[in-house]
């Protein structure tokens, strides 16, 4: 068990391009969760899974934002026609049905810079 | 939003407990306090959780007071390792499916 992987840690992208990002859960995790956390505040809700199904999203995660998770177990989380207001940090996390009334395990992030 | 209230920043020195507040004063029946806590660069890590019983882990004791609208985070012997922002949040008992919501905690600093 490795924990919960992201992947890039950091990326910088021109604005106007697309990104898209990649959470590896821990391996028999069936929930899926995505944040994004800008400096100074708390990490902000943006969407979760639960196997394959997307089952709520936030009303931040505009149109352009997208996510999947088409066999249940990676993720990916797509930003079309970035913004600078999209530079943040994009944290996943995980958790089962044994632990999902203690604890959530959070992956390292992945810091998306627009310039 | 957040149902929870902390002191922005704390300083602590080294060797010293640590204790950090939170002030959760519309908390309802069913729902539990839970402390985590952010290292620069790295993402959440959960430290412990109650009801309305103590509670004490490896890492910290959770102290809450008996009517419940208050809580006490405590690192016993606060290490440098410490420094990071602390999450205090409320959440349902049964709330396994809903997404943890976050303030912007508490900046604790350890000071050699």
């Known amino acids: 068990d490795t924990g919960v992987s992201q992947d890039p840690r950091h990326k910088i992208t021109k604005r106007g391009q697309n990104v898209t990002f990649r959470c590896d859960p821990i391996?028999?995790?069936?929930?899926l969760y995505w944040y994004r956390q800008t400096l100074g505040q708390g990490p902000e809700f943006l969407t979760y899974f639960q196997n394959e199904a997307q089952l709520e999203k936030s009303r931040l995660l505009s149109d352009r934002f997208s996510a999947e998770r088409p066999k249940g177990s990676f993720s990916t989380l797509e930003i079309q026609r970035t913004e600078q207001g999209d530079s943040a940090m994009y944290l996943c996390?995980?958790?089962?049905?044994?632990?999902?009334?203690?604890?959530?395990?959070f992956g390292q992030g992945t810091r998306l810079t627009v310039v | 939003d957040a149902k929870t209230t902390q002191p922005t920043s704390m300083d602590c020195a080294e060797g010293r407990a640590a204790n950090l507040p939170c002030n959760h004063s519309t908390i309802s029946g069913n729902e539990y306090v839970y402390w985590y806590r952010q290292i620069h660069s790295q993402g959440p890590q959960y430290i412990i959780h109650g009801l309305k019983n103590n509670e004490t882990n490896e890492m910290a004791s959770l102290i809450i007071t008996e009517d419940r609208k208050s809580s006490t985070l405590i690192l016993p012997h606060a290490t440098l390792r410490d420094t990071a922002v602390y999450y205090c949040?409320?959440?349902?008992?049964?709330?396994?499916?809903?997404?943890?919501?976050f303030g912007k905690g508490t900046r604790l600093s350890v000071i050699a």
């Open positions: 391996s028999e995790h069936n929930r």
């Open positions: 949040i409320v959440r349902s008992r049964n709330s396994g499916n809903t997404p943890l919501v």
């Open positions: 996390a995980s958790s089962s049905p044994v632990t999902m009334n203690t604890e959530a395990f």
